[in-house]
């Protein structure tokens, strides 16, 4: 198979005049890979708010849902490693299109699971799919739009994640009550028919066409590493990814369990706090986009490193659901604004022809890690308490920190490879 590599004029990122005005193929590409980040966040807070009805139904124990949840994980480590590479040699809008079929399949067939273990096979497979949304979807972004844009593009593309989390939030208490936790398995698949139509009118971007002219075209995963600062910066990237990941699906896995152990909040309650905090990361991650195309992206990690380490603590001390609400909303800008970065951080540090490999095998290593948040912090509130679980989160921050400061560097305004 043969990269499509026809690439009409309006493919530039900017007009044909030379203007500063966008495109319409670049607005085409940001909501496609909006769509698609939003399908996976609709899809992994829902199974997080079903886990109690799941369990109930499934005799499951806390072990085995939160291994639904790693598992699911780690299939989007497998799907985007692999679904990268073949982007990088296939075309990001092909190989968007596959990751869609295997996702929708598998979450509709977790609607028709009979135990742990079939539906673990499924949602492991649909975290397949699922996987390479993100790198591909950040990679093709990154290509449509000008540099002095990119980290504001890349924050625009995250935010369709927290879209998807928050129609979750929101949609979960009304519905699961009416149609099962088996009916929002099923309607977890329409976001993903939404996405495959807005792709299914995108082309190839310029800048990855070019790069198929090239006779021979390098191993993907060899350019990761290829020398010693190359190396460096993926290591730095892989603990900011870990980091990221760790902390986030340790909290927002969590997060309504310990709203209702904590204060006795019910399923309505738990959503209305949680959907606050995913509206603070929705700042988060847009404030994020903006200081780092205007001062850089290294000290706006860094600023939000350090909110993320005060928050956390905080967050962990206050019994007041009044604060908690607040409190809950700037935590979450701190802790999970750094999402709007990482496409533009990677996207710069790597050549086109590695580009989406890069997105799709840092970001997920990271998330592989990540992984393991909701059994830790399960494992520790039920040793010690959930307060002590999420104070012990703010410790992988300042981690972040010692990575940002020596093994990452300042990419602002790098034209790509």
């Known amino acids: 198979m043969e990269a499509n590599v026809k690439a009409p004029a309006t493919h530039a990122a900017v007009d044909s005049a030379g203007s500063d005005r966008l495109s319409k193929y670049a607005w085409k590409a940001l909501a496609g890979s909006a769509i698609g980040y939003a399908m996976d966040g609709f899809d992994l807070l829902i199974l997080g708010f079903m886990l109690p009805a799941i369990a109930l139904e499934l005799h499951l124990t806390t072990q085995q849902s939160g291994a639904l949840v790693t598992w699911t994980l780690i299939g989007a480590v497998a799907g985007g490693i692999i679904f990268g590479a073949l982007s990088d040699r296939f075309g990001r809008i092909r190989v968007l299109t596959w990751t869609i079929v295997v996702f929708a399949l598998f979450t509709g067939l977790c609607a028709f699971a009979q135990g742990f273990w079939d539906l673990l096979a499924f949602r492991t497979i649909a975290g397949i799919g699922l996987g390479g949304e993100f790198g591909i979807g950040m990679a093709l972004a990154a290509e449509a739009w000008p540099a002095k844009h990119r980290a504001r593009v890349s924050s625009y593309v995250a935010l369709g994640w927290q879209t998807g989390v928050l129609a979750a939030s929101l949609l979960t208490p009304l519905l699961l009550p009416h149609i099962g936790w088996r009916g929002m398995f099923l309607l977890g698949v329409a976001p993903a028919l939404v996405a495959w139509v807005v792709r299914n009118k995108?082309?190839?971007?310029?800048?990855?066409?070019?790069?198929?002219?090239?006779?021979?075209?390098?191993?993907?995963?060899?350019?990761?590493?290829?020398?010693?600062?190359?190396?460096?910066?993926?290591?730095?990237?892989?603990?900011?990814?870990?980091?990221?990941n760790f902390g986030y699906y340790g909290i927002m896995i969590w997060l309504p369990t310990y709203l209702a152990k904590t204060l006795g909040f019910g399923l309505t309650k738990s959503a209305l706090w949680t959907s606050v905090t995913i509206v603070g990361m929705m700042v988060g991650v847009y404030v994020f986009g903006q200081l780092a195309d205007r001062i850089g992206r290294k000290p706006t990690f860094?600023?939000?490193?350090?909110?993320?380490?005060?928050?956390?603590?905080?967050?962990?001390?206050?019994?007041?659901?009044?604060?908690?609400?607040?409190?809950?909303?700037?935590?979450?800008?701190?802790?999970?604004?750094?999402?709007?970065?990482?496409?533009?951080?990677?996207?710069?540090?790597?050549?086109?022809?590695?580009?989406?490999?890069?997105?799709?095998?840092?970001?997920?290593?990271?998330?592989?890690?990540?992984?393991?948040?909701?059994?830790?912090?399960?494992?520790?509130?039920?040793?010690?308490?959930?307060?002590?679980?999420?104070?012990?989160?703010?410790?992988?921050?300042?981690?972040?920190?010692?990575?940002?400061?020596?093994?990452?560097?300042?990419?602002?305004?790098?034209?790509?490879e």
């Open 302 to 416: 860094l600023i939000f490193q350090a909110g993320a380490v005060g928050m956390v603590i905080a967050y962990s001390t206050l019994s007041d659901p009044a604060v908690m609400l607040w409190a809950g909303a700037l935590m979450g800008m701190f802790v999970n604004g750094m999402i709007g970065g990482y496409g533009a951080l990677i996207s710069e540090a790597y050549p086109t022809a590695a580009r989406a490999t890069a997105q799709n095998t840092l970001f997920n290593i990271g998330r592989a890690v990540g992984g393991f948040g909701p059994i830790v912090v399960g494992s520790l509130a039920a040793t010690y308490s959930f307060q002590a679980a999420i104070a012990l989160l703010a410790s992988i921050y300042v981690i972040d920190m010692v990575a940002t400061i020596f093994l990452v560097p300042e990419l602002k305004g790098k034209e790509l």
């Open 202 to 244: 995108l082309h190839e971007p310029e800048v990855f066409v070019r790069a198929t002219t090239q006779e021979k075209k390098p191993n993907a995963f060899r350019m990761l590493v290829k020398d010693g600062r190359t190396t460096r910066i993926s290591v730095g990237i892989v603990i900011l990814c870990a980091v990221q």
